[in-house]
């Protein structure tokens, strides 16, 4: 089983709807988890970080469940502009090798 | 704002051929990776350090070698560059534990 794994996509979403993706991790001891975007042939930038407590930012919303071993992002409203891979992170304590996703690839319809 | 810089953007080698891809942060930070992203896939570990004078191998090492000799600068070497090098490489830097920073990437070929 991969350390993090993502639903590779695409997923082809109308503007104005809502989207949600999972990701699942393998190593119950990981502490840290957050999620990138990555446009296409640019680098990764920070979207947000996920809290235990869930937290959202926005149109986006960001949730952990330890139990099931998994952060979901859903993105409300969606906008032309969200169009990008989605990256999975996830950082294990103590052992600082930030694990990323293959990504999940999300692409708006006008 | 400077954050992590790479150089060089872009880069064609030949099969054979070394160089070294400049990573530079001045956020202070301890940590600093190196990763690749071949087409299609995600990002796959390198080397990774946590403080100068340390570095230690992450996912696929092999063909390659760091060095940090301070905090800031964290050169990526490519000895003996082979076609399956080919790939974009991906600088990053962050405080432990915590958000990472990336660099916009160096783009290499190997002919």
């Known amino acids: 089983r991969k350390e993090v794994e993502q639903d590779p996509g695409p997923f082809n979403v109308p503007e104005g709807a809502t989207v949600a993706f999972n990701c699942t991790y393998s190593?119950?001891?990981?502490?840290?988890f957050f999620w990138y975007r990555q446009d296409c042939r640019k680098e990764p930038k920070l979207l947000m970080s996920?809290?235990?407590s869930g937290n959202e930012d926005g149109r986006f919303t960001a949730q952990l469940n330890r139990a099931s071993q998994y952060i979901s992002l859903l993105i409300r409203d969606s906008k032309l502009s969200d169009s990008a891979t989605y990256l999975c992170?996830?950082?294990?304590?103590?052992?600082?090798?930030?694990?990323f996703g293959t990504g999940t690839r999300l692409t708006i319809i006008p | 704002n400077a954050g992590v810089t790479q150089t060089p953007k872009f880069r064609i080698l030949k099969i054979g051929q070394s160089m070294t891809l400049q990573c530079t942060q001045d956020?202070?930070?301890?940590?600093m990776y190196w990763y690749r992203q071949d087409p299609g896939m995600g990002l796959k570990l390198i080397y990774y350090?946590?403080?100068?004078?340390?570095?230690d191998k992450g996912e696929v090492p092999n063909g390659y070698n760091v060095s940090r000799s301070t905090t800031e600068d964290f050169p990526l070497r490519l000895e003996l560059a082979a076609p399956s090098q080919t790939s974009v490489y991906f600088c990053?830097?962050?405080?432990?534990?915590?958000?990472?920073?990336f660099g916009e990437g160096s783009w290499l070929t190997v002919v």
């Open positions: 956020m202070n930070h301890n940590y």
């Open positions: 190593n119950s001891a990981s502490q840290s």
């Open positions: 350090s946590v403080g100068a004078g340390i570095t």
């Open positions: 992170v996830v950082n294990n304590f103590g052992n600082e090798k930030l694990t």
């Open positions: 990053a830097s962050s405080p432990p534990g915590n958000t990472i920073y």
């Open positions: 996920v809290y235990s």
